[in-house]
């Protein structure tokens, strides 16, 4: 049964910095590309960040990139997304989910960034 499980929002305020934690399982993640999404009130789910399965080659939306850095590690079945110099516009919740959105989606984890 696969599973993904994200952790790691909150709340921050801008120009603050989290690290989101999605653990895979279920599935054989070595061998996937992995990306995340996000959903702020309101909008639609969008795609954030991809990672190639062996984790050489990574693509980030405009809005993000330079903020944020997506990594993997196959060992542990994790993907990672580090957000720095966070936003308000970044407030969603965060999403882990194959590149081509294989899987059910999770339940995601929050992240709010306000003052």
């Known amino acids: 049964q696969v599973q993904l499980v994200e952790s790691g929002g909150g709340l921050v305020q801008p120009g603050g910095s989290l690290r989101l934690s999605c653990a895979a399982s279920?599935?054989?993640?070595?061998?996937?590309?992995m990306s995340w999404y996000r959903q702020a009130p309101g909008k639609s789910r969008e795609w954030v960040a991809t990672?190639?399965?062996?984790?050489?080659?990574?693509n980030y939306a405009d809005s993000v990139k330079g903020r944020f850095t997506i990594s993997r590690d196959n060992a542990k079945t994790m993907l990672y997304l580090q957000l720095n110099s966070l936003k308000p516009e970044d407030t969603a919740v965060y999403y882990c989910?194959?590149?081509?959105?294989?899987?059910?989606w999770g339940q995601g984890t929050q992240v709010t960034v306000s003052s």
């Open positions: 279920g599935f054989t993640f070595s061998g996937v590309t």
């Open positions: 989910n194959t590149v081509s959105q294989r899987f059910s």
């Open positions: 990672i190639t399965s062996a984790g050489g080659g990574t």
